[in-house]
């Protein structure tokens, strides 16, 4: 019996532009399939440190198993490591369809002033998207768009920060910094939301939101630097993916 290819691991090459390099990411992600199977094949706890969620992308890598937006997640930030040029942080919604809830997460990239995303979908158009989005607030609305052709209707979107370049960091990823209820607010109210947040991410100033909760003893000393800090645990995964 033949036994099924396995897609070689994508390298950056000097000669690549960043959007190429993204391409070929995103290519190799789509090699790998997305996976209608209803097992999950890879345990992705959100609020394990980045450091184990990239051992865990790199036995995808060595698996090539069918992977779905989660999983997709973390291997973009696997993949991307050591760009430091390319500012990676994830992006999830909450979908409202025919008397049921569904979310997604995809992984929103920022470089040279434009945004962009990778990710996995069973929908072409929600999951990767061209580094072409002058500001976050455009690429999220394309994305509101897209769902809106499958009569999604799109409820809460979270934005979290900027994933540290370090893969050793047992810093947890921020999953969700910024919630907004998109659906009980006006288009120029979320654009003004998402651009000052988009800002400040860009100026490097957020900490992670749980710089309230009483995990903040751990990181008090003023010579933490912000990527060190903890963050707070998300609790759902992104558990049905419809989109």
Same mark, same amino acid.
């Given at each position: 019996?033949?036994? #099924? @290819?396995?897609?070689?691991?994508?390298?950056? *090459?000097?000669?690549?532009? +960043?959007?190429?390099?993204?391409?070929? +990411?995103?290519?190799?992600?789509?090699?790998?399939?997305?996976?209608?199977?209803?097992?999950? !094949? !890879?345990?992705?706890?959100?609020? &394990?440190?980045?450091?184990?969620?990239?051992? %865990?992308?790199?036995?995808?890598?060595?698996?090539?198993?069918? +992977?779905?937006?989660?999983?997709?997640?973390?291997?973009?930030?696997?993949? %991307?490591?050591?760009?430091?040029?390319?500012? $990676? !942080?994830? +992006? @999830?919604?909450? %979908?409202?369809?025919?008397?049921?809830? !569904?979310?997604?997460?995809?992984?929103?990239?920022?470089?040279?002033?434009?945004?962009?995303?990778?990710?996995?979908? &069973?929908?072409?158009?929600?999951?990767?998207?061209?580094?072409?989005? $002058?500001?976050?607030?455009?690429?999220?609305?394309?994305?509101?768009?897209?769902?809106?052709?499958?009569?999604?209707?799109?409820?809460?979107?979270?934005?979290?920060?900027?994933?540290?370049?370090? #893969?050793?960091?047992?810093? #947890?990823?921020?999953?969700?910094?910024?919630?907004?209820?998109?659906?009980?607010?006006?288009?120029?109210?979320?654009?003004?939301?998402?651009? *000052?947040?988009?800002?400040?991410?860009?100026?490097?100033?957020?900490?992670?939101? @749980?710089?309230?909760?009483?995990?903040?003893? &751990?990181? &008090?000393?003023?010579?933490?630097?912000?990527? $060190?800090?903890?963050?707070?645990?998300?609790?759902?995964?992104?558990? $049905?993916?419809?989109?």
């Amino acid at each position: 019996c033949v036994q #099924p @290819s396995v897609p070689p691991v994508p390298n950056y *090459k000097l000669s690549m532009s +960043i959007p190429e390099w993204l391409q070929a +990411i995103q290519t190799y992600m789509k090699m790998l399939q997305y996976n209608h199977t209803g097992t999950q !094949f !890879f345990e992705i706890r959100k609020t &394990r440190p980045l450091s184990g969620l990239m051992e %865990t992308a790199k036995e995808m890598t060595r698996e090539s198993l069918p +992977i779905k937006c989660l999983e997709a997640v973390i291997l973009g930030i696997y993949l %991307t490591n050591g760009q430091p040029s390319v500012e $990676r !942080f994830p +992006i @999830s919604f909450k %979908t409202h369809f025919s008397g049921n809830y !569904f979310h997604h997460v995809v992984l929103g990239i920022y470089c040279n002033g434009r945004y962009g995303s990778l990710g996995m979908s &069973r929908r072409s158009d929600l999951m990767d998207k061209p580094l072409t989005y $002058r500001t976050l607030s455009d690429l999220i609305f394309e994305f509101e768009d897209s769902y809106k052709k499958y009569l999604h209707s799109v409820k809460k979107v979270k934005i979290g920060l900027y994933v540290p370049h370090e #893969p050793h960091s047992f810093q #947890p990823i921020e999953w969700k910094q910024l919630v907004l209820n998109v659906s009980k607010m006006m288009r120029a109210e979320v654009r003004k939301e998402l651009e *000052k947040f988009a800002r400040d991410m860009r100026m490097k100033i957020l900490k992670p939101s @749980s710089a309230h909760s009483p995990m903040k003893e &751990r990181s &008090r000393g003023k010579s933490l630097s912000p990527r $060190r800090r903890q963050a707070s645990p998300q609790r759902r995964a992104c558990k $049905r993916d419809k989109s």
